[in-house]
């Protein structure tokens, strides 16, 4: 990516913006960014600076935890979803039609409906996580819990079963590859946007020696921000927050400091 003359923080924080890179793929709905576009006069692009890659039956057999042994599946995502029904077809297992589930939200329970029948199973979902789910979980704590995750984990789940005594077994189903940033490396944005940590660890593993300058850098969630902060660079725009519950709030609310837009009606 390329380089420019360094600002002082005060003297950039609200300079105009024209150009946002968003380091993920092009959402199938555009509207809240499309909106921010029209508005603001700004110019976004979508470049996915991580994919997903799913780890082969052969690879996933030498964990020696099998989904059939489990009566309670616990799904954070829709990606856990995909890669959990596949590798139990490539291993020929079914799940029983008493198994119950577990999701983190009302869209990814409603996900799990291309795979299963919801009048033959128990489905539980949270308003925004598996933590909402507390009353539920300790409903069913004879259960047999099993949470399919990435690489990375879930510590977080992983320490609110603990706290709640119930035991849970984690099983790696699919991991986290860089995408090739080499497109990027003589564009210049003035805003970009990390949804995680991953992300951000894509960009430092491919641009070692990248600099913010006078980039502005927004981040969605706790990690992510310890990521940014880790490499020495200051965050000018958080997501996440009651404030800015999304990416496209925080950029909109940031966008209304630089990007004034004059009042039809004055």
Do not use: W
């Amino acid at each position: 990516m390329s380089a420019s003359t360094t600002a002082p923080f005060q003297e950039i924080s609200n300079q105009r913006v024209h150009n946002i890179l968003i380091s993920q793929a092009k959402p199938a709905v555009l509207s809240a960014y499309e909106d921010l576009e029209n508005r603001f006069g700004v110019h976004i692009d979508f470049v996915p600076f991580v994919a997903l890659e799913g780890l082969t039956e052969k690879e996933y057999r030498k964990n020696r935890v099998y989904p059939n042994d489990y009566t309670a599946i616990v799904f954070t995502s829709r990606h856990a979803i995909d890669h959990f029904f596949r590798l139990c077809g490539d291993m020929r297992i079914k799940m029983s039609e008493d198994t119950k589930y577990f999701c983190a939200s009302e869209a990814i329970a409603n996900y799990l409906q291309k795979f299963i029948v919801f009048r033959k199973r128990k489905v539980f979902n949270g308003t925004k996580s598996v933590l909402d789910l507390k009353s539920y979980i300790l409903r069913n704590k004879d259960e047999k819990f099993y949470l399919p995750c990435s690489e990375t984990g879930s510590p977080e789940i992983l320490n609110f079963f603990k706290e709640l005594k119930v035991p849970i077994q984690d099983a790696v189903m699919y991991r986290t590859v860089n995408n090739d940033l080499s497109d990027l490396k003589d564009i210049k944005y003035d805003i970009i946007a990390f949804f995680s940590a991953l992300e951000i660890n894509s960009l430092f593993d491919q641009f070692p020696d990248f600099k913010q300058e006078d980039r502005r850098i927004c981040v969605f969630g706790t990690n992510a921000l310890k990521a940014i902060t880790d490499h020495g660079m200051h965050v000018d725009i958080r997501a996440g927050t009651p404030e800015a519950p999304s990416i496209a709030v925080a950029l909109e609310n940031y966008l209304k400091l630089s990007n004034p837009v004059a009042d039809p009606l004055s």
